[in-house]
């Protein structure tokens, strides 16, 4: 069995995007379209640009697969970009700021910001969903679920108190019908109307995404190194989705302005029926994770995400050659992208969990796997 593991290519206006994911067990039943699902929700939200109306994301499946189950082998994936026109598309002739312009430009040493703007475009988010939407499969054939909603737009609050008290079907329910994929029922008048103003306004926004996952066993991740931190994996996984600006975990950084007893989750008997095991937590503050493992408790985690960098007003520069200042080039763009970032935050969890789960549980085969979650069971009755 080898280590779970991913890698993509492509450019925003190149031909395709490409995926491998390594270390998949045979026999996964895989759901094309259940990722294909995951593609249509990345593409929408209030807020979206004209880019999104071109693209049809639908996943090809190029390896890994025979007769709609995994053998085992890398899985390839496609995405072809119906805006393919890399060629074409002119030398900007100056920076965007807060884009990877500037600084692809001076590490290259060459005034060429679409050499860098291609691959730096959050357009490669899409391979990132379908890679983490088969990975997602793993986790879920074990009673995993992952769930991303907006909890902020623009600074406006859109969430409930206790996500985890509506259950899984109307959580579901109502991110189905919000715009933003928001829980609170209310919310979606007032953000349409934040949006529309940020646009007449030629502006963008930024906004904050929460993940919750559940039905994760205890021990997931390690204590022993700071890279085997499932704390850590998760952190740098999802501050490697481009734009975001932060990550917390439960409390988050609230936790450091409480005094100890109001952070840590006391310890308890579990009832006949509750969780794994033989405890329970009374709270979930640490957001199901201690020790860089996880708790047995739902993975809570809320990731900020900073407003799209291309603005229609544009946003003060220099022309490359003169020095003049100037506004940076408009072409296109949206006014947020938070509610999709929310499905890429998924898919992010998605390929990090898989890891970890098939780390501790790794067999060559669903069955193998299986077998070995079984056994870690029973022993943790004995614990
Ligand atoms: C992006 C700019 C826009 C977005 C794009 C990300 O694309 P374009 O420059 O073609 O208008 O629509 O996002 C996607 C293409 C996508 O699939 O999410 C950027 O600069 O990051």
Known sequence: MSQLRWNTAGESHGRALIGILEGLPLGLPLDVAGIDAELIRRQGGYGRGGRMKIETDRVEVLSGVRAGETIGSPLALSLINLDYKIDELPVPTNARPGHADLAGSQKFGRRDPRAVLERASARETAMRVALGGAARQVLEAFGVEIFGHLVELGGQPCSVPDPDALGTAERGRRRMNSEFYCLDDAADERLKALVDAAAADRDTLGGVF????????????????????????????????????GVEFGLGFESARLPGSGVHDPIRAAQAGEGEGRYARESNRSGGLEGGMTTGEPLVLRVAMKPISTLRRGVPTVDFESLEPMRATYQRSDVTAAPAASVVGEAMVALCLAEAFLAKFGGDSMSQVAQAVDAYRADLGKI
């Open 210 to 245: 929460e993940v919750r996952t559940y039905g994760l066993l205890p021990g997931l991740g390690h204590f022993a190194s700071g890279s085997e931190r499932l704390t850590s994996k998760l952190a740098g996984a999802l501050m490697s989705i481009p734009a975001m600006k």
